[in-house]
């Protein structure tokens, strides 16, 4: 018997990811004004990404596990659409991750001069955070992810139990699918 490790795998993620945009996108005071605050919601949306990234292989398995001579074309068209918006919310979180990554590693390494096309090069790079986590560019990728994230949990909810299993459901199902 072959074990479908995706909904197993999925789930962490998703909590880590749905926890950070919350988090980013309500500033509450009494959080904001915590030390810890910044590095919270960078562990998550680093976690988070990882986990889906990891996610999406088992996904890719289980579609292929699932996908069978008597599945009609609209069974293939919601595992593909449900595959690409985990893609794409798995690039908006871990686009976000990187630059609290990047951000993180600039606190800690000295400045480098003196390499030339490589000190451009790394310039280029150390600017992603002040591009992303020092702008409302931040909010927007955070909505878009748990959009993304929340469309993909929807489809994945239709494979599973059916495109009626709840209103929402119902809704981003006849909006993509139908």
Known sequence: MIMDFHPIIVHFPVALLTLYAILEIFNLKILTRQIFYGRLKG??????SLGALAALPTGKTAAEFQI????SGSFVNLIQTHALWATIAAWIFSLLAAAYLIGWL????????GFGPLEKFIALIFWLPRLILKTP???????????????????????VYG?????LVKIIYRLLIK
Do not use: Q, R
Request: proline residues 11%; positive net charge.
């Open 106 to 113: 600039k606190e800690k390494l000295p400045p480098i001069k």
């Open 137 to 159: 560019l931040k909010y927007l990728l955070a909505l878009l992810g748990l959009i993304s994230i929340t469309i993909t949990g929807a489809l994945g909810g239709a494979l």
């Open 43 to 48: 562990t998550l949306v680093i976690l988070g």
């Open 68 to 71: 069978g001579p008597l599945k």
């Open 163 to 167: 495109p009626n299993v709840d209103p």
